[in-house]
């Protein structure tokens, strides 16, 4: 009895271990399945057509929040979006698709500080200008890093907040009290282009 009471306790802490990889898995599936139905692999590429593209876009827009949701559940939210991130871009690229992504995260941690942390995943160094109210900062991302920064000023329980970097020009409206997230999502194969903004 002991035995097989000793061996449901070692089945659950296993269990909890797997856990954390399982939306590297799911992802995983997900846009393999993609790839698998609609695109060769680079050795054999000559052209293919671009609705699978939309396909994947639409999919990563709904993961990459899920990945910051999930990674918040281990108290690791920009770790597991990072690494969600560099996971996506090297099954893209075996299979000769470019995917670029520029994310911001926003996470309370006090009445008066409000954290932003910048994913620059778009393939050159960004400076980005985020403004809410009427205070204004500028936040620079090297490529292929993250970048935090405290915005030291009461943002209120709602607040809009406009971001400026190259053409972009988003104004979007978020809560202090939970996380929050922005996402220029590019991907590009050839002469296709699918570009997508997300937020959350």
């Not at 929040?65 to 690494?83: D, K, R, W």
């Not at 996506?88 to 470019?98: K, Y």
């Amino acid at each position: 009895m002991v035995k097989h009471h000793n061996r449901r306790i070692l089945l659950f802490s296993l269990s909890r271990k797997t856990r954390k990889g399982q939306f590297f898995i799911l992802g995983a599936f997900l846009l393999c399945a993609l790839f698998y139905m609609g695109i060769p692999k680079s050795s054999q590429l000559t052209a293919s057509p671009t609705y699978d593209l939309i396909y994947i876009s639409n999919n990563l827009g709904k993961e990459i929040p899920n990945a910051l949701n999930l990674g918040l559940n281990e108290s690791q939210p920009i770790e597991h979006l990072e690494n969600f991130t560099r996971f996506v871009r090297r099954v893209m690229l075996a299979h000769s698709t470019n995917f670029t992504v520029l994310w911001i995260v926003t996470e309370n941690i006090s009445t008066n500080d409000l954290n932003i942390t910048v994913g620059n995943f778009l393939g050159s160094n960004k400076t980005l200008n985020i403004t809410i109210g009427a205070s204004s900062i500028n936040i620079t991302a090297p490529d292929n890093t993250t970048n935090s920064t405290s915005f030291g000023s009461d943002p209120g329980t709602e607040f809009n907040m406009t971001i400026l970097f190259d053409s972009q020009n988003r104004t979007v409206e978020w809560q202090r009290d939970k996380l929050n997230i922005y996402a220029l999502i590019q991907l590009k194969r050839g002469n296709n282009i699918q570009k997508r903004e997300v937020t959350g």
